[in-house]
């Protein structure tokens, strides 16, 4: 079973923040959290990573809660490519990947 | 920038008949995933390789399902015989080192079994 929670569905404006958030109350220390994003008819695409520091990449932003249990993906400014599944996964060395179901985040021109 | 390559996109198979899905990782990759897309769910792991070894096939249907990685680089998902819910989108995905370093996807083969 995943280790995560994650909302069925979300809509955004364009142009607005997208923030996507995601429960993993019982993750460990050494456990990362990953997110990837699926767009239709496509494979998985990794996003962001990180431990216990916010990320930024050229993507998007990762703050995740001081105590871990909780994590929130940012895109900055929300277009219509953005339309995906996001997929929030934690998972530490030797495991094996478990995706969930996602969000299903809608863009609204 | 480099890919994963699957092939064939799309296949269409009637139950009881063998079906092969072949996929190439980006080079240098050594860890191979194959994995299985339900239509409304996520990917779900069925086997991993690291090099031409496989490391875990705990949720391969070995039954009916086979994969091999012969020379450590490209890799065959073969099922036999194709039943009904085997219908599905396969992806392949490889990476440079074992989680968690991050995997990068193929396109994927969409499966219908008729």
């Known amino acids: 079973d995943a280790k995560t929670t994650q909302p069925t569905s979300m809509d955004c404006a364009e142009g607005r923040a997208a923030n996507l958030p995601c429960n993993h109350s019982?993750?460990?220390?050494?456990?990362?959290v990953y997110w990837y994003r699926q767009i239709h008819s496509q494979g998985p695409q990794y996003i962001i990573h990180?431990?216990?520091n916010n990320e930024t990449n050229e993507m998007a932003s990762l703050i995740i809660t001081e105590d871990r249990k909780s994590s929130t993906l940012i895109l900055p400014h929300a277009t219509l490519r953005d339309t995906a599944v996001y997929y929030c996964i934690v998972f530490y060395r030797d495991d094996k990947i478990i995706f969930g179901k996602g969000t299903r985040l809608h863009i609204l021109p | 920038e480099a890919e994963v390559a699957q092939s064939p996109r799309y296949k269409i198979t009637e139950k009881s008949q063998a079906v092969a899905f072949w996929c190439d990782p980006i080079?240098?990759?050594?860890?191979l995933y194959w994995y299985r897309q339900i239509l409304g769910q996520g990917p779900e792991l069925l086997v991993q390789?690291?090099?031409?070894?496989?490391?875990?096939d705990s949720q391969l249907p070995k039954d009916r399902f086979s994969a091999e990685r012969l020379k450590g680089v490209d890799s065959t998902l073969k099922i036999q015989p194709a039943e009904l819910g085997d219908s599905a989108m396969y992806l392949c995905?490889?990476?440079?080192?074992?989680?968690?370093?991050?995997?990068?996807f193929g396109p994927g083969t969409r499966l219908t079994v008729l």
């Open positions: 080079s240098g990759h050594a860890t």
């Open positions: 990180g431990l216990k």
């Open positions: 019982t993750i460990s220390g050494n456990e990362y």
């Open positions: 995905a490889s990476s440079l080192v074992p989680a968690p370093d991050t995997q990068y």
């Open positions: 390789f690291q090099d031409e070894s496989v490391v875990d």
